[in-house]
């Protein structure tokens, strides 16, 4: 017998003999505050003849529900539902180990099916229409995500990938590169990642959002003495780095992040990024937050940037990005969200979410002002889960996309700070699961009148395909 199997045994035993065996002590002051909020609707169900047990799974239930905003009380309501909490606050622990040993034997389970690897193989293809740069030829690409886990302190991850100009497996184009390989450990309320990384660290990514390319380095996360609070540090030594707009080349330069965040899913989750260095000395600092006000999402950041003394503006004053993103309409599987944002001319970090450098996830440029909505269905989502991360649905640099049905429309429209038309977007995907672990991904991208400094004006599609294979 294994020690969770045996830990679940005795948590049954101590369950059994204390709460199932025995009835409802007459307490008639908490028996009276459950059955007011019963008949008001806060509480599921009437007491009867439960034992205690029960009735703090369907407390526990209760508060579930409240917590994830699909039952709204009042103040008052509240206060007594704090009382109940405090008067079922054994059962509700036990209850709540029970369930942690549950979910270990559950993962053990799945480790002696699946072993310690698990992973994801992709074919990936591309083509471009009327790209003023680019050739309308297809680009075929082969990628495998791999991750292992030899012990429950140890983890991996692997990723492979070419990147063949075209459909040609001969010569260099059939070899795959890594492009991301790290081992994570853990110890106590911390860990330490170490390898090529990929990471995005504020929540909307403006000022440390890599996802261009792993960064060789440590990434340190800790939770810190205080409730709820959390420490993040990336640090890498990036080789052969020229600066900005000049010539000049240097062999070596730090990249330094660091970050403070509150727990999630607490009723406003706040959070400071501070990039002390940055591509030839460049520095930033954001501050972002998310919370839900009336069962709507609502997201945030500000962000400052201090370009290198090199950069091409001639200046070191700070260049300022915002974005705002809040839920239009949010139901099970229907999300529309609309993102505005607006960002200063120069605001351009090594690292950052902006379509010039991550491209996947904030569609808002250098020099711009603009909104972004984005529409998803997703027919046959579990009853028990909304749409909730933006980024889901889109095909990640691991390879990653959301498994379920998903139809989804992007528009963006961007304009200059002086207002002046910068480019619109519109951009639809498609992902059908085809069997048991293989999906499939579509995407088209319609630009219009892209007017930047790296392109001229013109009217350009994108296509991507993938086919996924999980195991």
């Known amino acids: 017998m294994n020690r969770e199997h045996l830990i679940r045994k005795i948590f049954s035993i101590i ?273 972002d937050f998310n919370t839900n006000i009336l069962d709507k999402e609502v997201a945030g950041e500000v962000a400052f940037y201090w370009p290198s003394g090199t950069a091409y503006t001639g200046k070191k004053d700070a260049k300022i990005a915002s974005v705002l993103g809040t839920d239009v309409l949010k139901y099970r599987n229907f999300n529309v969200f609309l993102q505005l944002g607006s960002v200063e001319k120069g605001f351009t970090p090594m690292a950052s979410s902006l379509i010039y450098s991550a491209g996947e996830h904030l569609y808002f440029d250098q020099d711009t002002l603009g909104y972004d909505i984005t529409c998803t269905y997703q027919p046959r989502r579990r009853k028990d889960k909304r749409i909730e991360d933006l980024w889901e649905t889109r095909l990640d640099r691991f390879g990653n996309f959301s498994t379920l049905t998903t139809w989804e429309f992007e528009t963006v429209g961007l304009f200059t700070q002086n207002m002046a038309v910068h480019s619109h977007q519109f951009i639809f995907r498609n992902v059908v699961s085809l069997l048991k672990d293989i999906t499939f991904y579509f995407e088209d991208r319609f630009w219009i009148k892209k007017n930047t400094v790296a392109y001229p004006d013109t009217d350009y599609n994108q296509v991507k395909l993938a086919l996924a294979l999980s195991f």
């Open 15 to 287: 369950l059994g003999i204390f709460f199932i065996a025995f009835p409802l002590y007459a307490d008639e002051k908490w028996m009276s505050l459950w059955d007011g909020l019963s008949s008001s609707g806060v509480i599921s169900s009437q007491r009867g003849n439960s034992t205690r047990l029960e009735l703090a799974k369907i407390l526990a239930e209760d508060i579930n529900s409240i917590t994830s905003l699909e039952k709204k009380i009042t103040d008052e309501e509240k206060a007594t539902l704090d009382i109940l909490i405090d008067e079922f606050r054994d059962e509700l622990f036990l209850l709540e180990q029970n369930e942690k040993v549950r979910l270990a034997e559950k993962r053990n389970k799945e480790y002696s099916e699946t072993g310690p690897w698990s992973g994801r193989l992709l074919v990936r293809a591309e083509q471009s229409a009327n790209h003023p740069y680019q050739t309308s030829d297809v680009k075929l690409y082969q990628d495998a995500h791999l991750q292992f886990s030899p012990a429950a302190q140890w983890q991996g991850s692997i990723g492979l990938r070419n990147s063949a100009a075209a459909i040609d497996f001969s010569g260099t184009a059939a070899e795959f590169e890594v492009d991301e390989a790290y081992i994570k450990t853990g110890f106590r309320s911390s860990s330490i990642s170490i390898g090529r990384i990929y990471f995005i660290l504020d929540r909307l990514g403006l000022i440390a959002d890599n996802y261009f390319d792993a960064f060789e380095g440590i990434k340190l996360e800790t939770a810190m003495l205080s409730d709820g609070l959390f420490f993040t540090t990336v640090y890498s030594r990036l080789s052969t780095t020229n600066y900005p707009y000049t010539g000049m080349m240097i062999s070596s330069d730090d990249y330094w992040v660091f970050r403070l965040s509150t727990e999630k899913g607490k009723i406003i989750d706040v959070g400071v990024t501070y990039l002390a260095s940055g591509i030839a000395s460049e520095k930033g600092a954001g501050f």
